[in-house]
Nanobody
C-alpha cells in the first residue's frame, strides 16, 4: 500500500508561483512512476505532468508547458511540482498519483492507469 500526501497548495495572485510536494510512504518509491493531475469544479480530472521512475522522462500537458516543472527525489520519497506564471485557469484541486512499473523510463498520462492517489491540495489563482 502506498500513501501519498500533497502539500504546498494555497491562494496566489495571477503571475505568482507555488511549489507542490507529494510525499510517499513506501519503501520502494523508485519503483513508481508519478503523475500530477488536477480537477476543476465541473470538469474531469486531467493530467498536468508525469515523471518516470528515474526522473529521466517527463511529460507536460500543453496548458502548462514552459510554466510548470516536475522533479523527484527518490532518496526523500518525494515528487515536486513547481508552478510559475500561474493563471486563473490553473485553479483546481491538484492530486499526485503513483503507478508501479518495471520500466525505468515509462510515463503514464491516463488517470485509470494509476494505482494510488493522494487526497489533493487546493490551488486557487486570483486574477
Amino acid at each position: 500500500q502506498v500513501q501519498l500526501v500533497e502539500s504546498g497548495g494555497g491562494l496566489v495572485q495571477a503571475g505568482g508561483s507555488l511549489r507542490l510536494s507529494c510525499a510517499a510512504s513506501v519503501r520502494t518509491f523508485s519503483s513508481y512512476a508519478m503523475g500530477w493531475f488536477r480537477q476543476a469544479p465541473g470538469k474531469e480530472r486531467e493530467v498536468v505532468v508525469a515523471i518516470s521512475r528515474s526522473g529521466g522522462s517527463t511529460y507536460y500537458s500543453d496548458s502548462v508547458k514552459g510554466r510548470f516543472t516536475t522533479s523527484r527525489d527518490n532518496a526523500k520519497n518525494t515528487v515536486y511540482l513547481q508552478m510559475n506564471s500561474l493563471k486563473p485557469e490553473d485553479t483546481a484541486v491538484y492530486y499526485c498519483a503513483a503507478r508501479s512499473t518495471g520500466l525505468l523510463y515509462s510515463i503514464t498520462t491516463e488517470v485509470e492507469r494509476y494505482d494510488y492517489w493522494g487526497q489533493g491540495t487546493q490551488v486557487t489563482v486570483s486574477s
